[in-house]
């Protein structure tokens, strides 16, 4: 209804799992690489949960998606059944054929037997041609014991090297309780890998609403102010499936109000149509409690203050009240901000000291990056990512240039490949340049140069900045580019070269195997390999030699750099996991 309205080519915030809409965060990179490391795990059972909407079925599908061929699925997603009823659905979907069940005079099976027999023959057939198998139960917390233990009893037949069925259960958080009970203590032992879920945090949120939007063609300024982004954080609380709820009605709820932007008034009236009233007490965060708890002993202060200002005439005579401007202007602009004068006796009071503290700690984050500090040009930033590797570009094309030294370019597609925003930029760890935009939509560049939790450091020309992610999202949608030193005999050809050994060497490494004695080709075994070490580091398996797979080969292999050569990190001290222990 809204989306001709706002620009855009369909409604992007529908709950249905459109996978062109998939946002991956870091901590659901996270989740599918331990399914995919579970998968080459020897058997037993792997655990995902997570709260209701937060993506775990996203995640799932993502999984679906990156199995090898030669390996059969069994998918089931209603598990509110008996013992019987689960076994034969199991059959179902791996295609068992079955004899007509035994039932007595009630229509209940005699005997499991007969389907438990027929899986093991199964599991034993494709074994032997080497085939794997998996099974994924969804809403799994919905499992009774005896299914539990039956389950359980299914993952025993084994060979010397592995289990023949390997097991996903995925559900809500009381599934993790229902396995810590003593009577499921034999089931919780073959868990081989655990990963909880949680929900997005606030600039994941930001990024999830921009992502959304892009892919439904919207390009122009984000339609949500910064106030109305930040309570729709608080009422989702970072859950992507009420994230979806809550933004498609603030979007109709602007259209109907004839307004291209959305407020937070009109992400209020949304929340009170989509949530129920026990969801919208609950959705202020604890950051507000305490800083209301805050608010209230910063008043406690000042009326001590205001005592003794009235009892100290000498006080009252040396502090006439100033005009606003004269107190406002230090607050907001002063790099380290001064309080207004206060007695000694109440500023030295323990509460007073962590009232001025905070002041000065905020003061030195910044909420946005001044353009004025940026780089204008492209080439500009080249040269000064340059710096970065120890390298002096300049030429008018730094790219070229770089090239002559076995450099790269590498420039990431805004909302297409290539483009993984800040999950990607933690993946590759490398200083990287970013294309930000000031208050009139123009480009300016600056230089990532370390990457935390919650802040990124930039570097503006000679100045060092430091702004929390989410004040970053407001200036940049997620384009970048960096350098990269290429390996002998780049770019890719299909036989032959350095550029082949180098990538057989280097899979040897990563997964812990010996190389191959070559010739090598770029053929269906190469590109088999390629693709298992592009799903250990979640990425999009193509087995394709890309430059980012190109780079996170030559990091996690271990890769010789040239003498003097070490590349520059974002993060460091960070180790990197090989493909064979990647969880």
């Given at each position: 209804m809204y989306a001709n309205f706002f620009g855009l080519k369909q409604e992007p915030f529908s709950i249905a799992p459109d996978p062109?809409?998939?946002?991956?965060?870091?901590?659901?990179?996270?989740?599918?690489?331990?399914?995919?490391y579970g998968l080459r795990g020897g058997g037993g059972f792997v655990l995902l949960t997570g709260e209701?909407?937060?993506?775990?079925?996203?995640?799932?599908?993502?999984?679906?998606?990156?199995?090898?061929?030669?390996?059969?699925?069994?998918?089931i997603f209603n598990p509110k059944l008996s013992v019987a009823e689960l076994l034969r659905t199991v059959c179902e979907e791996y295609g068992i054929q079955l004899a007509p069940a035994l039932t007595d005079e009630t229509g209940q099976e005699v005997s499991v037997k007969p389907y438990v027999d027929a899986i093991n023959e199964f599991l034993l057939r494709t074994h032997a041609v080497g085939q794997n198998n998996v099974l994924i139960i969804d809403e799994a917390q919905n499992l009774s014991a005896e299914v539990l233990e039956q389950l359980r009893l299914l993952t025993n037949l084994e060979t010397n090297e592995r289990k023949l069925l390997q097991i996903i259960l995925i559900g809500q958080p009381e599934l993790r309780e229902m396995l810590a009970r003593p009577d499921l203590e034999q089931l919780s032992q073959r868990v081989i890998a655990r990963f909880h879920l949680p929900a997005l945090s606030e600039a994941e949120?930001?990024?999830?609403?921009?992502?959304?939007?892009?892919?439904?063609?919207?390009?122009?300024?984000?339609?949500?102010?910064?106030?109305?982004?930040?309570?729709?954080?608080?009422?989702?609380?970072?859950?992507?499936?009420?994230?979806?709820?809550?933004?498609?009605?603030?979007?109709?709820?602007?259209?109907?109000?004839?307004?291209?932007?959305?407020?937070?008034?009109?992400?209020?009236?949304?929340?009170?149509?989509?949530?129920?009233?026990?969801?919208?007490?609950?959705?202020?965060?604890?950051?507000?409690?305490?800083?209301?708890?805050?608010?209230?002993?910063?008043?406690?202060?000042?009326?001590a203050a205001a005592l003794l200002a009235w009892t100290s005439k000498d006080f009252l005579l040396a502090n006439a009240r100033p005009?606003?401007?004269?107190?406002?202007?230090?607050?907001?602009?002063?790099?380290?901000?001064?309080?207004?004068?206060?007695?000694?006796?109440?500023?030295?009071?323990?509460?007073?000291?962590?009232?001025?503290?905070?002041?000065?700690?905020?003061?030195?984050?910044?909420?946005?990056?001044?353009?004025?500090?940026?780089?204008?040009?492209?080439a500009q930033a080249w040269q000064e990512l340059a710096r970065s590797w120890q390298l002096e570009v300049t030429e008018s094309e730094p790219c070229q240039a770089l090239a002559l030294q076995q450099m790269q370019c590498f420039r990431s597609n805004a909302g297409g490949a290539g483009d993984g925003g800040l999950s990607l930029l933690r993946l590759l760890d490398r200083p990287s340049i970013l294309s930000l935009r000031d208050d009139a939509g123009k480009l300016f560049y600056v230089t990532l140069v370390k990457l935390d939790e919650q802040y990124a450091t930039v570097r503006l020309g000679e100045q060092t900045q430091r702004i929390s992610l989410l004040g970053l999202s407001t200036q940049w949608r997620g384009e970048f580019a960096m350098l990269w030193r290429a390996p002998p005999g780049y770019p890719a050809k299909a036989s032959g070269g350095p550029l082949?050994?180098?990538?057989?060497?280097?899979?040897?490494?990563?997964?812990?195997?010996?190389?191959?004695?070559?010739?090598?080709?770029?053929?269906?075994?190469m590109r088999a390999k390629l693709a298992a070490f592009q799903r250990s580091q979640g990425l999009r398996s193509d087995g394709q030699l890309g430059p980012i797979t190109l780079m996170l080969l030559s990091r996690v292999a271990g890769a010789n750099e040239p003498a003097g050569s070490a590349e520059p990190r974002l993060q460091a001290g960070k180790a990197l996991q090989t493909a064979a222990a990647a969880p």
């Open positions: 062109r809409y998939l946002y991956m965060s870091e901590r659901h990179r996270e989740a599918l690489a331990h399914l995919l209701i909407g937060a993506g775990k079925t996203t995640v799932c599908r993502c999984f679906l998606g990156q199995i090898p061929k030669r390996c059969n699925v069994a998918y949120t930001d990024q999830y609403v921009r992502h959304r939007l892009s892919v439904a063609g919207f390009s122009a300024a984000l339609p949500f102010e910064p106030k109305a982004l930040r309570r729709i954080y608080q009422l989702s609380r970072g859950v992507p499936r009420r994230i979806n709820l809550l933004c498609d009605r603030a979007l109709l709820g602007a259209y109907a109000q004839d307004s291209r932007s959305v407020d937070r008034a009109t992400v209020e009236r949304a929340a009170a149509e989509v949530f129920d009233q026990k969801d919208l007490g609950s959705a202020w965060p604890s950051a507000w409690r305490s800083g209301r708890r805050w608010a209230l002993g910063g008043a406690g202060v000042l009326a005009k606003r401007s004269e107190v406002a202007a230090p607050l907001l602009l002063s790099a380290k901000p001064t309080m207004p004068a206060i007695p000694a006796s109440a500023a030295t009071a323990a509460s007073g000291a962590k009232l001025i503290s905070r002041v000065e700690v905020n003061s030195s984050l910044q909420n946005s990056l001044p353009a004025s500090l940026g780089l204008r040009s492209e082949l050994a180098w990538v057989d060497a280097n899979l040897a490494k990563a997964f812990g195997a010996a190389p191959g004695a070559g010739p090598f080709r770029l053929d269906a075994a």
